[in-house]
């Protein structure tokens, strides 16, 4: 079952502009965690954030968690081509980490 | 530090056949994982290991199995290969596998069953 839903399901963007993604989460969560997916590739952890924080920063990459609304957000700034990939959000521990369907980014030279 | 390592990396099979994938976590990694992906589906969690037990399992059926080994290596073993099973296999480790670790993937194996 999915647990977060990712909005929107696909955004295209010029390199140079900002995308932001958003996660929606049924129940209460102890931390999430940003993924990235390289067509066919595996995935690549971004940033995780903790249910008492709420921002966080990495680079480009800016998540915040909003726990009365059960949502977070990823905005990556001054996107790249190589930024081109799709974004998951994940909920849980190892033992079920369960993923939203994701975005899937495209960003234009 | 190296990453989760998953091999094969592609491979092909048919149907009714098994197919045994490999995993070896981060070092000093305990907990090992496994998950599904295709594109109907999405990522779904198929088992968990830690200090070779299984500690939790997803709802897949009992021809998909696993353990994991006293160094923390772990494979998957499909049996019975139906066409639905052609999909990614991601592996993942953590150091503990409780809330709050960063859990890392491998680049996956991707199954093709014709």
């Known amino acids: 079952s999915q647990q977060g839903e990712e909005d929107p399901q696909a955004l295209s963007i010029q390199e140079g502009e900002n995308a932001t993604m958003n996660c929606s989460y049924k129940?209460?969560?102890?931390?999430l965690q940003w993924y990235r997916q390289n067509s066919g590739r595996g995935l690549v952890h971004l940033i995780l954030i903790r249910s008492n924080e709420r921002e966080k920063h990495s680079g480009r990459l800016r998540v915040t968690l909003d726990t009365s609304k059960k949502s977070s957000s990823l905005l990556i700034t001054a996107s790249r081509a190589a930024d081109t990939a799709s974004y998951f959000c994940a909920e849980g521990s190892q033992g079920n980490l369960i993923f939203g369907k994701g975005t899937k980014l495209s960003v234009k030279p | 530090k190296a990453g989760v390592t998953q091999t094969p990396r592609y491979l092909i099979k048919t149907r009714g056949q098994q197919v045994t994938l490999s995993c070896s976590p981060i070092?000093?990694?305990?907990?090992v994982s496994w998950y599904q992906q295709t594109p109907g589906q999405g990522l779904q969690f198929l088992f968990e290991?830690?200090?070779?037990?299984?500690?939790n399992k997803g709802n897949f059926p009992g021809r998909f199995s696993g353990r994991q080994f006293s160094n923390s290596r772990s494979e998957m073993n499909v049996s019975t290969l139906e066409l639905g099973d052609s999909a990614l296999y991601l592996c993942?480790?953590?150091?503990?596998?409780?809330?709050?670790?960063?859990?890392?993937f491998g680049e996956g194996s991707w199954l093709t069953v014709v």
């Open positions: 290991y830690f200090s070779e037990t299984q500690r």
């Open positions: 129940t209460s969560i102890n931390n």
């Open positions: 993942a480790s953590s150091f503990s596998g409780i809330s709050g670790n960063t859990i890392y």
């Open positions: 070092s000093g990694h305990r907990s």
